[in-house]
């Protein structure tokens, strides 16, 4: 900036670019329509990724390519499939008996429970049906036969799986095991 043919060495400051997509102060609202729209799009865009990987894992699984999950994963599904083995139950008391069983080192969220029992109805290994016979509504889950078939099969690769994992970690714990 030249004032009276001297150079201004002190400019006022600027303000910053502004993104093309940022809504201009004089919009009202602050919110550009053409903003909102495009988070949308954008939000959709993650959520069909995410989908979509998920259907190649399951495709990959079912063609013997990849293992169904992670460990964790299928711990967590073997936990509920023996807890419905033995008796129908409700989501919370289904948490309760994996807290109990593993001496509370185990805890089961609901966000991770609920989907988890979704999922399990979805692959139809267990069935659920709505009851108000304890004086408060309530899912209740139980085993089918199917349910039961995966819980023999995973039962089984789960006592290979933690033998497996004794041989591995003997050197480390000790010989006690």
């Known amino acids: 900036m030249r ?9 006022q400051p600027t ?15 602050g919110v550009s329509p053409r903003r909102t729209t495009l988070d949308t799009h954008v939000s959709n865009l993650y959520y069909i990724e995410y989908r979509y990987k998920e259907f190649l894992v399951a495709e990959d ?19 509920v499939l023996s807890i419905l083995a033995q008796e129908r139950c409700y989501g919370y008391g289904i948490q309760q008996q ?9 805890r089961l969220p609901a966000g991770t429970l609920y989907p988890l029992l979704h999922r399990l109805e979805a692959e139809g290994l267990i069935s659920s049906r709505w009851d108000a016979a304890t004086g408060r509504r309530r899912k209740w889950y139980a085993l089918t036969s199917a349910g039961r078939r995966k819980l023999k099969l995973q039962a ?20 006690s095991s």
């Open 3 to 11: 004032s009276h043919g001297r150079v201004n060495r002190h400019p």
């Open 156 to 175: 089984s690769r789960w006592q290979s799986y933690a033998a497996c994992l004794q041989v591995l970690l003997r050197p480390l714990i000790g010989e």
């Open 98 to 106: 994996v807290a109990r069983a593993s001496g509370g080192t185990v």
């Open 61 to 79: 699984v079912k063609k013997g390519m990849r293992s169904p999950g992670d460990p964790l994963r299928g711990g967590m599904d073997l936990m």
């Open 15 to 29: 303000a910053p670019a502004r993104h093309p997509l940022q809504p201009r102060p004089s919009q009202g609202s």
